[in-house]
């Protein structure tokens, strides 16, 4: 028996968009639960659906979007491996390091490593988040070292992966510096909440353009790929 899976890079990215939309929309009302009407709770919903908190829906989402990512790179770099074409390693890289996002984004590395950080930095304004001294030049040299690669690509996917870092970027390292600067004078409020609202969005929705590039180029370049499980054969 043969199962045929067919994926609409289209849809995909509408159905995600709409989601993300979705879960920003819920977490902002219950931010606006906490800060306006008094009620933080509300039955743990209002911290279930909270982006600015881990271990609940949105951070799972983020997780499992990201470890799609990390599956279809790694799937990209195989194929380019079959046909001995340039900048393999550069997908396996890519693959990697998006695994690793997956992987922080419930583990909360990052969030552990900024406490290790700010005893060793200054946390003041726009660096109130340690590990955002670091996030800046690791994101100039990742790029400095992608250039080529970025322009080897069909213009289309170079487009949609500049325009993907560009919004991810933003948010990730942007929106952070504002939050930690806010967070720093005037502690947790509303606008902390709308600030870090606005970055996790940027980061969710960073990563549905992002996907939505890989399964067009996927779609575009690959064409049709075939997976089968098969017992192995024994040597007579």
Known sequence: MRLALFISPRRVGILLTIVVIGLSIISFAGQFSTYVLGHGRVFGLVRLF????????????????????????????????????????HWKVLAAIFLYMSIDEVAMIHENADIILGSHISRTGFLHFGWVAVGIPLTIIFVLSYLKFLTHLPKKTRLLFVVAGTIFVSGAIGAEMFAGRHNEIYNLDLTYAMITAVEEFCEMFGIVVFLYALLSYINEHLQEVNFSIKEAVQAK
């Not at 983020?62 to 340039?86: D, E, P, V, Y």
């Open 50 to 89: 909270d982006v600015g908190q881990d271990s609940n829906i949105p951070t799972w989402y983020s997780s499992i979007m990201l470890l799609f990512c990390s599956l279809l790179l790694a799937l990209i770099a195989k194929s380019q491996k079959t046909a001995r074409t340039r900048y393999i390693l």
